[in-house]
């Protein structure tokens, strides 16, 4: 099943490929546009259009033009895929379910992850977060919530210690990181972290948010620190925190998973 997981999750990293560039230029309808080369605007046919394998057979080129395709497509595809099946694979592991209801689980938290490497690419390339996935991220964080309340505890209360829990490390999150971009004007941080920090809070709670600001804040130092050593950035060049944020997303859900004992510290 995790192999059908990573199958299923290539085909949606394709797909998250056309959302980014689409989100961005307008081009076309998200579902409906048909996919071209960038280059020579030729249309694509099926068989360019499989993941990964046919950048891997084209080698990384056009098969009209022969301009070179970013290395983006095919590392989207190949994580989306990892992210799937790792989703599947925790969640068997960390909850007594299986049929129907596991598979479910595990699809919400595989489409939790989409939209967040996502936000994970887009803000990396045009520094700048896309709201709509911030939204979806909060409607797959609370279908999760929803799920662990009415199906492992039986029960399902809008403001239960749990639902309240995660709420209030979602709202605590927001407002740290809103209150700095707003007291910087934006120089230290965007208003866009502050809402990644929202769905993190949401679907990770306290203790889990607080490990995956920690460790963005840590390997943001780090990467800035060492990109102004090399020259490759100045002191005042604008680094994209939002991948950091996402990296420390899927770092404090590996530690969870990894470490059964925190579970209940977690969730």
Not at 11 to 39: A, D, K, P, W
Not at 52 to 59: N, P, W
Not at 161 to 181: E, P
Request: proline share 3%; hydrophobic share 55%.
């Amino acid at each position: 099943m995790s192999f059908l997981f990573f199958i299923f999750g290539l085909i949606v990293g394709s797909f998250l490929n056309v959302v980014v560039y689409r989100f961005r230029s307008g081009e076309g309808g998200i579902v409906t546009g048909s996919s071209h080369c960038r280059s020579c605007r030729n249309a694509l046919g099926w068989q360019d259009n499989i993941p990964l394998v046919s950048y891997i057979l084209l080698r990384g080129r056009c098969r009209q033009c022969k301009a070179g395709i970013s290395l983006q497509y095919p590392l989207v595809e190949f994580l989306t895929g990892v992210s799937f099946s790792f989703a599947y694979f925790c969640t068997s592991v960390l909850y007594d379910l299986s049929g129907g209801i596991l598979i479910g689980i595990a699809l919400i938290t595989s489409f939790l992850f989409a939209v967040m490497l996502l936000i994970f690419v887009y803000d990396y390339k045009y520094m700048e977060v896309p709201m709509a996935a911030i939204w979806w991220g909060v409607f797959f964080t609370f279908l999760l919530i929803m799920f662990f309340d009415f199906i492992l505890e039986d029960t399902f209360v809008l403001f239960s210690s749990h639902f309240f829990l995660h709420g209030m490390a979602g709202l605590i999150a927001f407002l740290f990181f809103f209150g700095m971009s707003y007291y910087s004007d934006e120089r230290w941080m965007g208003y866009g972290d502050s809402f990644i920090a929202l769905v993190i809070g949401f679907f990770l709670g306290p203790l889990g948010t607080f490990f995956a600001i920690l460790f963005a804040v840590w390997s943001g130092a780090t990467v800035g620190i060492l990109l102004t050593l090399t020259g490759a950035k100045g002191m005042k060049s604008a680094i994209p925190f939002g991948p950091f944020l996402v990296s420390g997303f899927f770092v404090a859900f590996y530690v969870m998973a990894y470490h059964p004992h925190l579970m209940r510290l977690f969730w």
